[in-house]
């Protein structure tokens, strides 16, 4: 939030480390008023502790993004959403001709959603509908190793340019 080093600052890290250990220390009654200040306190610095904790996600994600394996964890596609791979006129025209679906039972207020089609066609045609549909992800997250998911490759720009040697093009 202060500092795009954040995540990897040693002085951050010490006083997140302090803070949480405060937070963790068992509060015996209402009467440990010490503790209850302290936990109070703690409450105060929450903003710390979170910065501390974006900015290492923050920093561990950019180092995968670039190639860089963080031991331990893995880069994986974030869920995937299913979306028609045509334009809503060329989808309304396939869909008609293919099976039988009128334009206008394509649309609600807007165009249907893949599931919602697919409700409507026979369960012997699921098949060629699917080639009117693409999944794409929304984007990546760092999980750890042990996610089910499949890993993203990731390319990085020196594995796709050849270096420029000397200025020249």
């Known amino acids: 939030k202060w500092c795009d080093l954040s995540g990897v600052c040693p002085a951050i890290g010490k006083r997140a480390t302090a803070l949480a250990q405060q937070v963790f220390k068992p509060i015996q ?31 561990a994600y950019q180092a995968a993004c670039r190639g860089i394996k963080v031991p331990g964890y893995k880069l994986v596609e974030k869920r995937s959403h299913r979306k028609w791979d045509h334009d809503e006129t060329v989808t309304a025209d396939m869909l008609e001709k293919q099976f039988g679906i009128a334009p206008d039972e394509s649309y609600e207020r ?20 699917a080639a ?38």
């Open 132 to 169: 009117l549909i693409k999944t794409e992800s929304t984007g990546s997250s760092l999980v750890r190793e042990s996610d089910p998911r499949a890993e993203v490759i990731v390319t990085t720009a020196q594995e796709v340019f050849e270096p420029i040697e000397n200025g020249e093009n």
């Open 110 to 129: 807007s165009f249907k959603s893949p599931a919602q089609i697919e409700k409507m066609v026979d369960s012997k045609d699921k098949k060629r509908l």
């Open 29 to 59: 009654s209402a009467q440990d008023l010490p503790a209850l200040e302290k936990l109070a306190y703690t409450l105060t610095q929450i903003p710390v502790l979170e910065s501390f904790i974006e900015g290492v996600r923050k920093a």
